[in-house]
């Protein structure tokens, strides 16, 4: 009896959330091996030099998978917002780092490595709006609770990994977002807006490129 309290206490497994991710990571796994089989062999002359670590890491990862399952939501809420001012701090400082490759994207750890601020930003995006959507699931389809928040969090996020620049993680961490926004019940309409907004958003750079070199071709022809 006891035991069987524990487990409800602890709760039960999202199966259909576990076999997805089980199945994206084999795929994965097995994907990188087919890849770089030949690589691995040609270069290193071991077929397997590639996917080893990547085992140990996977293995590595849901370990802590687990181990995150088995903690008291509660403290993911209140981790929640200081994790996303310690990952904006962190992505403000990396751009006073020595260049990279042409890119500030890593903070050198001494003794330790180096580390990406991105990466915890992603983790501090996930974890900010599930406690956003959870504390306001009712009110979602009102834009100042629905979009505005998460709209600031995005921009300023955004505009610290442009900076550095990291394109592709900053289209990731939107991608992240909105895919949390609508399934946390943000209203349909604000996505077609947004979406509006991005088809047109090329229209109107031409517009004033246009504009521009028109009144720049003016004022050289007035001076001349």
């Known amino acids: 009896m006891q035991r069987q309290k524990q487990r409800q206490a602890a709760g039960a497994v999202d199966l ?16 990188l091996f087919s890849a770089s089989y030949a690589a691995a062999l040609y270069r290193r002359g071991d077929p397997y030099a590639y996917i080893r ?7 590595v990862g849901l370990g802590a998978m687990w181990l995150a399952s088995r903690v008291d939501y509660h403290i993911y809420h209140r981790l929640a917002w200081p994790l996303l ?7 403000a400082l ?8 042409g890119c500030k994207r890593w903070l050198v750890i001494p003794g330790v490595g180096t580390l990406q601020p991105s990466e915890i930003a992603k983790f501090a995006v996930v974890l900010t709006f599930a406690h ?6 009712s009110r979602m389809k009102r834009f100042s609770v629905g979009v505005l928040p998460f709209a600031l969090v995005l921009g300023a996020v955004a505009v610290l990994m442009l900076l550095e620049p990291h394109l592709s993680g900053t289209l990731l961490i939107l991608g992240i977002g909105a895919v949390l926004m609508f399934v946390g019940g943000t209203g ?3 996505f077609a807006l947004a979406g509006a907004g991005a088809v047109d958003l090329p229209f109107l750079v031409l517009v004033l ?5 028109g009144l720049v071709m003016l004022f050289s022809a007035s001076y001349a």
């Open 188 to 190: 349909l309409k604000w």
């Open 209 to 213: 490129t246009l504009v521009g070199f």
């Open 16 to 31: 259909p959330f576990l076999v997805l991710v089980l199945t994206l990571v084999g795929f994965g796994l097995v994907m």
């Open 53 to 59: 670590p990547q085992l140990l890491y996977a293995a």
């Open 85 to 91: 001012g310690l990952s904006l701090a962190l992505l």
């Open 94 to 101: 990396v751009l006073f780092m020595p260049e990279y490759n």
């Open 132 to 137: 956003i959507i959870s504390l306001n699931a």
